[in-house]
């Protein structure tokens, strides 16, 4: 096979080209991977009915040896023959097993007990060994990135708009915050993911042939997957625990988008914040060789784009007709490229934000835009606490005379004589914010490295 | 005005012609609403300013007074002056009050922190006075449901076809499991929503010129309305807490409207096993005077397809830009229609669900259908367990020869020598079962109660 | 009724305080429109009836009379009794007249005949009285600012970085183009917006009982509402005539949304090439006083945000099942929503942008950080021409050079030996355009003239 | 590599396992697709250059047919290097010609001139030679069911209710005319995509420096190509011509889903009028032997759930920062996803349509459950119609009775002396409906066949 004939850009782009991806991923994601964790299932039914006494020990012990043997090929060539693909899985066993053991394979259990308890399987083995790692690693970036640039100057934007000054390790901390809000919500989904063993409807009909504590049974078997049970089950698992799995991996990859967007603005060449590391033999423009541009923050933008709507999808996969119709089972086969799009965005952006550039001196000349003016809120705020009936609305005038005579805020306040009488009782340090506004940072720094501090506690991070 | 020159249908249809859904939300979800919350905001600022000894007690209770006293059409008049909605409020209550206190009033705020603070708690009280009551009310309903027809013997159903006998009872109970883990959802989410009282850009600018511990400051004035702060703001409380809040609502909508599915195909003249209560003077339809449509159930499932795609919105409205674009200012003004749209179908489904008529009668007939059928489960299974090597494949033929023959799996498989030696060994229970496959319903009946209890106890129901 | 007390924005703050949007779409898009407008397919076939024969034309006079007299309050409490609104609107045109008319009001319809024409009818006349005329003076501004800016040089920004000189009426030529062919697509999906009177399943069954070319009725009554039949009908008429209209306002609101960008962007305090006018008493900031914020453009952005995704919903109700389900019904209630946002926000934008303010010397500031490094792209194509066999590369290498050392391409080109012997055959105009790279804008200002003269033609504008 | 090691469903189950969609598909949707289309525009373009005399016509020769030559895999290398993937095609190409022609490969192109004028040929193409034919041969299926099952009396359903006969011809030409008007918006759509060649910022800059007339020269290069050029374009041709063509696919993957649903809720259990026809080694499920389950089309209406929300990511890249941002670029490298996803879906239902197996003698049973009650509707008619003031509540009053006695509607109507003198009034004909209810279905048949008729002949099929 040639991945150049694959028509999925996560196939032959982006997953199959990196070797990164496919060593955190490949027991999950792959289809390689579906069949291993489904054979593992298969496997640990029979291991629970040897426990049982319903099979001999070693019965269970040739079906975990054949479980590990049996490869996905031969599955689909027998799925293509019978058109069903766990009674090819379970054809394919068989052929790998004594008569003896034979008959245990699948005993009792229906298409969907392994399914969906593989699909718990895999995705709560990819959190805790591949997403949630990655995110902490990026975290950990990002917490690095706040504390360095903690007492970095930078002016505040609101609507694209000069504020108030803050520093870029605040701006930063921001990401350290949501990021570690929703690394906390994905370990909370992924180990809430539940798996079921109750059968063709879910009432352990089968089982309940052959043993009398169907519930119990189920316990057991999905211990051994560190596993529970959904509370409830038809045909499949309740669709909640995967919908919360899902909204906690979209809404994480909502704030990559969100930091995404944020630096590729600051790198705007009138910006010019920050910028991404460049490569020597990197080309930038088939056709402007000086442009520099943010293509990985796109790229992780556009990524978004694509993965963020499937959580339509998962909304319309809760609805399955009585104990079940099988108009989920196509879309959720789609599930794990979710998880491969958000990797590979997180990868990308701890890469690039690892070897930010930023640019003090810029974020200096920047603020200094708006410094006559930025000076208008502490002036409002000052006034009024001192007792000005009206602040807002006078301080709104200065400005507008501010902007028209192009002096600054500060210059024209001490010429007021309206004002005179309030501005006497400033404090020297009030005054000293006035004069120099790129004073007036608030808590940012502090806050910066408070955040930083709890979320590294609260994640165990350096 | 006049409801007719509405254009939502929410308004003239659903909620301004329910006194209930009036009743339970007029608080949290209206225009009022927003604007009492705010200036309850505003309030609660004066109230911990005097506690710190910025302003006197007596302008607290001033601006407290003022803050009740507002009229929603006043601010909207000043906001047509001057097109800023904070602002207009601000102006509103500082008519309401003496010069003295007029400075004080939104002292060091930014708009989104009443904005965003405001929302925190409509959305947090909507939860705790009017949907969790609500949603408990159906878990209740469904719960008394289940537990009446736990014995009720019914065909499963896969793909829409009949697959093993469970009872209705087991069926309902899916939906008090479900239901009774998006109740738990939505009020861990609504607890986590989150205020802030952090300034334009969130670094504390403002207030830090007149207070040294801003955070504490934040958090006492927010524990005024029973809030948390945001672990970090910038203009704005970080998004996924309100993100998480409508998740679990949106996902709650989903179980609603898989239940009015599952109701709606029930009542299909074929199957004819329930069917929603009709009044006496109800028209079905206006040209089939026979008709008796489950309108109720269809409404559900159309209101689910309107709200479901809005958690785009949501997820759109995580990315802001920098220290926060306006651009999710309007489109977080229609959240609380989701509210409105959940509440209304869930009040509906409790109406129906209360009332549903139930057609034990028609379910046995049903079943009975393919009662010849049933036993190809439980006899291959037990085929498997007395070591037959291929047991899925034999039975498979059998009931091709049953539906060549149009006999019973039970009779054939009597006469099927090749079979004779395995179910010599058949226990009198499993014959009994192969005899009467309406027998084979697991532990349908038990699995429905104990989820019922389990549910009733973790909930705190009946 | 107070406005406050509704629940929608659309309602309390967009459409019922805007006297533009009622007037424009009142007859549309409210509760009173639907009822009005079914109504009035209910008079059209009494109307036809009688041409048939079926009644007198006495009767069809007075059932006219009674459609355009009932007040939707009428038959909103009717409704309340019988809970089924097209039966209901009929017992309440009944209600206003003679016993010799009644039987005939209604007449072989079913609920859907009615609803879906009224439906077509309202959105067919909304497009061509409201939507197309205001999207037309849209464009007309649009043509207007492109002509007037057509030769105002600007810097062309891809990725957000400074790229090729454009001139800004090239740039709003976009827009021009793009909602030219919005215009154009709405106006076809009207045209094409189909009714139906084909009876409760769609094959005539009860207006067969009496004419003998139902088909030929259909079109007879539909072509007095100025529409045409569905090629096919159920219960419904085809879904995707509604869908492509829908499609059409939503891929047209996109083109709005990403002008709102576009300009936001442009008025980042570091840019500021245009800007929001601002009204004299107008807030920008109810902390920052001297803010100006492109909160329209937000708006606009924030609007498209809310209603985009509601295509989900859209394409959701295409699916019903056999003669339909009722599962359509509330969900399409919401779709003038949509139809109020798209107007919402275009009206909106033709008052900021005929009233948009330019800085044509900022503009030319924001060219001139980069005018040194733009010289590369014509001085690579130059080359090529002149036989460079890697000219690409060649110039990407003395861009790095340039930004080394800070001096401008133009500079180090005449200094580079090996370049020589190809900027010998450089043309005097080739020249110019290294020297003065601000002359490289191709045919911006023609392309922005024609692409105005080819919409103002095909759209009929001057 | 091994297909088992990719991540998505599309390649290593749906599109790499399947030769039919490959031989249509592969090459429009692969990557090697997308690159040989690249080439191919690389090569157009020195066609034209050659033919304008700025290079010789050996060199546009060397560069076809190095365009034919190159390998994905080559180009793929290149990439990993520079990091550019249009600038990794012309390096490659570079290497395949002599030093002559390389300076004419991509000569005054920007990578998008490629990218998207390939795309729109590619799309176009698949239009054409896979998607239309596809759909075609599905019509084809379709109308030859209509017509064979034209007289086959079906009873109408409406909510899942019975309402009015019709027959099954008459239900499956509801799918010819919505699938025909789908295949002319598919086909409209296609033939309306562009391609574009102005280079980086839209305004030919670059091609501008050698030939004076680059619309033309864009218009001839595109006709090479069978493509017209956007009206307008940035770096990118306008959004909504693929928008409009995505979304023609979607609305098609509706009508398929809704089909898909009708069928396997037909295939109900207690309905069996249509089933899926089975191959004989074939397992409906892994553990009920007995199960017949309409798999394919849950198939279908799965995978419109996967590809449906989708459009979401086209609305969302209509939005691209002035001349452009490249977050459009990873989102949109997913598109040819959803032409394999609905193309899978179309052969699939092309093939279980044209093998249905239908009951005819199901059907009538069905709809014998309710004849005693579907002679409500005519009876209400022509009481009406001779002129009862209330036939609608006098008749359902009579259902009400019918229903509590268990007698026909027929029975009772004779009974009823209030009635006696209408009825008295009905023709012979009339009666006979009332008598025999089954008769009562309109135009069914004929419309069935005029529809077949009418799309037939608009699509040029037999």
Known sequence: MNIFECVSPLDFRYYLQSDELQELLGDYVTERARVRSEAMVEAATVRVLARRGICSEQVAEEVARAAQEIDP????????????NIRALVNTIKQHVSDEAKPYIHFALTSFDVIDTATAWRFKQAAHNAILPTLLRLEQTLIELARREADVLQIGRTHGQHAEPITFGFAIAEYVSRLGGRIEAIRSAADNLRGKISGAVGAYNAISLMIDDPEQFERELLAELDLEPSPYSTQIVEAEFVADFIHALISAFGVLANLADDMRHLQRTEISE??????????????????????????????????????????????????????????????????????????????????????????????????????????????????????????????????????????????????????????????????EPARYTGIAAAKARGVCDLWAERLGLG
């Open 73 to 84: 090929a031969e599955v689909a060539e027998e799925e293509g023959r019978i058109h069903h």
């Open 274 to 435: 920050v910028a991404e590391a460049f490569e020597a033999e990197q080309v930038g423009s088939s056709t402007m060789p000086h442009k520099r541009n943010p293509w990985n923050f796109e790229n992780i933008k556009s990524m978004w784009k694509q993965f963020m709507p499937r959580m339509v999808t998962v909304y319309a996969d809760q609805i399955s007709e009585h104990q079940r119709d099988l108009s989920n089972s196509a879309s959720q086969r789609f599930l794990p490229e979710i998880i491969v799009g958000l990797m590979n965005s997180a990868l990308r952006m701890n890469r690039i934000m690892s070897r930010l550039v930023t640019d003090e001196e810029r974020m200096r000349e920047n603020l200094a835009i708006t410094e006559g003016m930025i000076a208008a809120e502490p002036l409002y705020i000052l006034l009024a606490a001192h007792g000005h009936p009206d602040a807002h609305e006078a301080v709104r005038k200065l400005t507008l005379e501010a902007q028209r005579s192009g002096r600054s805020l500060g210059e024209l306040v001490v010429e007021d004589e309206e004002l005179a009488p309030y501005l006497e009782q400033f404090t020297q340090e009030h005054r000293a914010i006035l004069a």
